[in-house]
């Protein structure tokens, strides 16, 4: 463990580059989002998430995979994203979501532009000493405090981060700017270990996840499907702000004699989803939300050896317009 | 990645969103969350709807027709056509035989001078746009009764009203945004009363639905009317402090009793006579209305008999309570104010105010025409008859959002001379002689207005595709070319002028609409602009009852024609898809038109949902996919206009407002066969 004062933290990452590129939370105006690193608009004293996860500098929201043209035979260029890039601030949720991105992306199918993105990134971990409003991290045991999934992990202690070391390439960064840092002292873990204490007693929203567990399988018919559908305005929100919804749809843009193939972030609540195969089988909107908690809580861990596909970021709950609130929907389903 | 905070080209909500540029392309919406009214959500549009942007299809050069086909021209090359051929109808056959259209979809300082091209420049008030199509009458009919023609409200404050009553509006589907507000009411226990002849999503979710007969509104509202006063739950310090003409309305609505309005509307007696009680005894009712009160001969009489509901109550004046006329394109609010209208300068002031004339005259260093001009259905009828002989539309598409396309067409193709200026080569700019390319939202500097007067700021994120020019440029250079010359360095210098000459705008500068843009009226530096209308008396002094009675649209269906069709948009397309229609995401979900019949209409017309329908007015057939629901009337059919090929508009009539000249979209007779 190390300790980085405040005030070095912006040297830290600057010194990262021009090796890397550097993204971390900054203000946009009031709004908190990742960006290319701009000391003049990091945002070190916010509490909770940004906006967006940093999901979309491996899945974009809109990715051009590659170009080809007919001239005789096809000539193909592939776009692989090969920048190497760290980013500093990713919150245990998050990191939690790129570990289960990880499993669907990097497992049985590897997607090579997400494996480009992927093994050229550092991620640097910031822990939540308070909760928002609509966290429930602590719920599905992926924060405030992450445990795993990060090269380096920080965690604010007032006047100084506590940094620890997740991974080689993480310690390689401490290595070459080693005159910022100093060794942390058992006082400054015990002081952590407080901290993170107190977090978890910031939650506003939760639910019990084992209970969830064992009820979502009858959960099938229960009223409140339809009764939360009947809001959806199909904005497709919740899925565009998830850490770890991974469906994309493909089109191929024409321009001239070239064809650029298009990758983007697609949405199971709308009604064209997989239409590619013909329609959407959820013919009804309360059976497409059921599909987006049972894909979650259900089909994810008994694909992927228990490991749930929610992050318990609460940001599905900030973007809906209309209010439909999946915390309220899993104690719905564990009090069934 | 460059981010751009900017407001959303899609409705009249306002969203602001920042776009994610990339190798000077958009990659990545962001909603705002400090925004007040997005706060970090939107709808499916504003998420999805920015494909076109980069459309390979974009208009990147002037196009110039010879034969029946365009070439591609130099700018200079186009101007100087435009030039001879605009100069050349205005000696031979006057200024007033040239009309402008102006576009709700563009900027305030584009429309500000887009009007002011057609007076100072052609010398012509004949300058008109799509308000004419949406919301003519409400212009018209809140500024009699109330002084002045706008949604009452800032949007926020729906979420805190005690009764929501919405008329002719599909709230969450085409406001999604205002929709949340809407919901968030009911979270907090709010009543919501929805009419509509169609049971929309909010229809479901309300606390009393009545599904009245297109066209019967004034009927309704009267029976309402008529309960509240023999029930005794009139407003009467209200009536008597702020208002004039009750004992005429009161003379009007006598005659509508329950029995009465339920035998016009179709509405069962109680639910009209529990709808008043609903409304009238809360002290925070807003009155939502859009389209389905606007556009019909009747609109304004439909959008006065709002407004002496909400004074009959005392339900306007005060926070969480007003009249909402819900706007539907991003600045068709801005479009109107700035005065892309044929009776108006900017800031509503009228060309036949001797005063108000000479004002801008001396402003703009130039003589004006007193005579307002002719309304956008009224020019193509004289297109037709041969008393205008050129057009100039600017990013709008009445080849597919015009009412009675075959005369459109017909009178578009009279002209002698049509310039179109777009981004898309759309129907209707396949008809011109001169196509001139515009950029998107993304590429420009600029204002919108939204439907709660909210002026919000337009930022350029991308450079013009290709040779496109900001709209605002083009008419300038046009302008100075045609010999009125027109010297701006940029939009912000634009604004300051209307500002200049616009009392509701006086206080707006560029500077002061950082922080989310500000509320009109807004008439000095120091004036924080204004959140709600008519606090402590109205904008013409005392509200007006104005009273009318109830008149059946003007086509009424008959044993050839035995459906009710009415017309109106689907929550993933914009208007006449010009650019919805681009996007994967949306064409996907409505990738053709259809149209959408009772369960029961359907069975008896042997057409089963699915299958393809013919459906046939006096004026065209199209034919299109049968949906058979539960949710509209027996007796009615519903047909979006978005789909050029399906196109609702060959239906319907361009039976006008005689007032608001605005068309009966919502009325017009068809029958349906078998395609």
């Known amino acids: 463990m190390k300790i980085l004062s405040k005030s070095n933290l912006v040297p830290f990452l600057e010194g990262l580059g021009p090796e890397f590129e550097v993204n971390a939370p900054l203000y946009e105006g009031q709004d908190v989002l990742f960006g290319d690193l701009d000391s003049s608009k990091l945002a070190t004293d916010f509490i909770g998430k940004p906006r967006l996860s940093p999901k979309e500098y491996f899945f974009p929201q809109r990715e051009r995979l590659f170009t080809f043209k007919n001239n005789g035979g096809v000539e193909i260029e592939a776009h692989l994203n090969e920048t190497k890039r760290v980013i500093w601030g990713i919150r245990p949720c998050d990191l939690y979501g790129l570990k289960f991105l990880d499993m669907v992306y990097l497992s049985d199918y590897v997607d090579p532009y997400y494996q480009a993105r992927r093994s050229n990134t550092i991620l640097l971990g910031l822990n939540c000493n308070k909760a928002e409003e609509s966290c429930f991290c602590s719920s599905m045991g992926t924060g405030p405090f992450a445990k795993e999934a990060f090269d380096l992990l920080f965690t604010d202690l007032g006047d100084v981060f506590l940094v620890e070391i997740g991974s080689k390439a993480g310690e ?125 809580f259900s089909y994810n861990p008994d694909k992927y050896g228990g490991e749930i596909g929610c992050t318990g970021c609460g940001r599905c709950i900030d973007v809906c317009p209309t209010g439909i609130n999946i915390a309220y929907i899993l104690r719905r389903v564990a009090n069934g | 990645m460059k981010r751009v905070l900017t407001t959303c080209e899609f409705c009249g909500c306002g969203c602001n969103f920042y776009l994610g540029v990339e190798d000077g392309k958009v990659v990545a919406i962001y909603p705002s969350v400090s925004h007040p009214i997005s706060q970090g959500r939107l709808c499916i549009k504003g998420w999805q709807g920015h494909e076109y942007i980069h459309s390979p299809e974009r208009l990147t050069t002037p196009l110039i027709k010879k034969g029946n086909r365009f070439r591609e021209a130099s700018w200079n090359e186009a101007y100087v056509m435009i030039d001879d051929r605009l100069n050349e109808t205005k000696t031979r056959y006057g200024s007033d035989s040239i009309a402008v259209l102006s576009s709700a979809k563009c900027t305030n300082e584009e429309n500000y001078l887009m009007q002011k091209f057609a007076r100072a420049c052609l010398g012509t008030n004949n300058v008109d746009h799509c308000a004419r199509l949406c919301h003519a009458s409400t212009v018209v009919g809140l500024a009699t009764t109330f002084g002045s023609g706008a949604m009452t409200n800032s949007i926020t404050e729906i979420a805190g009203a005690e009764v929501i009553f919405i008329i002719g509006s599909n709230t969450t589907e085409q406001h999604p945004l205002i929709g949340d507000q809407v919901l968030r009411a009911i979270e907090k226990g709010a009543k919501v009363i929805v009419a509509d002849p169609r049971e929309t999503q909010l229809a479901k979710l309300c606390s009393l639905y009545m599904m009245h007969k297109p066209g019967s509104d004034v009927a309704l509202l009267n029976g309402m009317m008529n309960a509240i006063i023999a029930e005794g739950l009139e407003d009467k310090e209200f009536i008597a402090e702020r208002t004039e003409g009750f004992e005429s309305l009161k003379e009007t609505v006598a005659d509508y009793t329950p029995e009465k309005s339920s035998a016009i509307t179709g509405v069962p007696e109680e639910k009209i006579i529990e709808a008043a009680r609903i409304y009238a005894r809360s002290k925070k009712s807003i009155i939502i209305y859009s389209m389905g009160i606007t556009q019909h001969t009747t609109g304004v009489d439909n959008v006065m008999t709002t407004a002496n509901l909400a004074m009959l109550t005392g339900n306007v004046g005060k926070e969480f309570t007003g009249v909402d006329p819900l706007r539907g394109q991003n600045n068709v609010q801005g479009a109107c104010d700035v005065g892309a209208l044929p009776n108006v300068f900017s800031g509503y002031q009228a060309v036949t105010d001797e005063k108000l004339r000479n004002k801008f005259e001396k402003a703009w260093k130039v003589n004006l025409p007193p005579q307002p001009g002719l309304t956008l259905v009224e020019m193509l009828n004289s297109a037709l008859e041969g008393s205008l002989r050129a057009m100039y539309i600017m990013g709008e598409n009445p080849m597919v959002s015009d009412p009675d396309i075959n005369h459109v067409e017909k009178s578009l193709n009279a002209l002698d001379f049509l310039v179109v200026q777009d981004i898309f080569l759309t129907e209707t700019a396949t008809l011109a002689d001169v196509v001139l390319p515009g950029v998107s939202f993304a590429e420009k500097d600029g204002t919108f207005t939204s ?225």
């Open chain 1, 172 to 296: 390689k960064l401490i290595e070459k700017q080693a005159n910022l840092f100093t060794n942390a002292t058992s006082k400054d873990e015990k002081q952590a270990g407080i901290l993170e204490e107190k977090s978890k007693k910031t939650f506003k929203t939760s639910v019990d996840l084992g209970k969830v567990e064992a009820k979502i399988a009858g959960a099938s018919s229960s009223p409140v499907w339809a009764e939360e559908a009947a809001k959806c305005i199909l904005c497709g929100g919740c899925n565009w702000v998830c850490p770890t919804c991974y469906c994309f749809n493909i089109e191929d843009v024409m321009s001239g004699d070239k064809t650029q193939r298009v990758r983007y972030w697609d949405s199971c609540q709308l009604g064209g989803f997989t239409q590619m195969a013909a329609m959407n089988s959820r013919a009804t909107q309360a059976e497409r939300l059921r599909q987006r908690i049972y894909h979650k």
């Open chain 2, 451 to 675: 439907t709660e007067r909210r002026i919000q700021r337009v930022r350029k994120a991308i450079e013009p595709l290709g040779d496109s020019k900001p709209d605002w440029k083009i008419i300038t250079e046009l302008s100075s070319r045609l010999g009125y010359r027109m010297d701006y360095n940029s939009p912000a210098g634009i604004m300051d002028e209307i500002a200049k000459l616009t009392p509701i705008y006086g206080g707006v500068s560029y500077s002061r609409l950082e922080n989310f843009g500000l509320q009109w009226p807004c008439p000095s530096l120091d004036h924080p602009g204004t959140p709600y209308l008519h606090k402590g008396s109205f904008t013409r002094g005392l509200g007006k009852f104005s009273p009318v009675g109830y008149k059946p649209p003007a086509e009424l269906p008959s044993h050839d024609y035995p459906f009710i069709l009415t017309t109106g948009r689907v929550g993933f397309h914009y208007h006449t898809g010009t650019m919805t229609r681009k996007d994967w995401a949306l064409e996907r979900e409505y990738p053709r038109g259809y149209v959408e019949v009772n369960s029961q209409d359907a069975k008896q017309l042997g057409i089963r949902n699915g299958q393809t329908a013919k459906v046939i007015s006096r004026r065209g057939e199209i034919s299109l996919s049968l949906k058979s629901v539960d949710t509209i009337a027996k007796g009615v059919v519903f047909i979006p206009f978005h789909f050029a090929e399906a196109a609702a508009n060959k239906l319907t009539a361009a039976n006008l407002d005689p007032v608001a000249k605005i068309p009966e979209y919502k009325v017009c007779a068809v029958r349906l066969e078998k395609g």
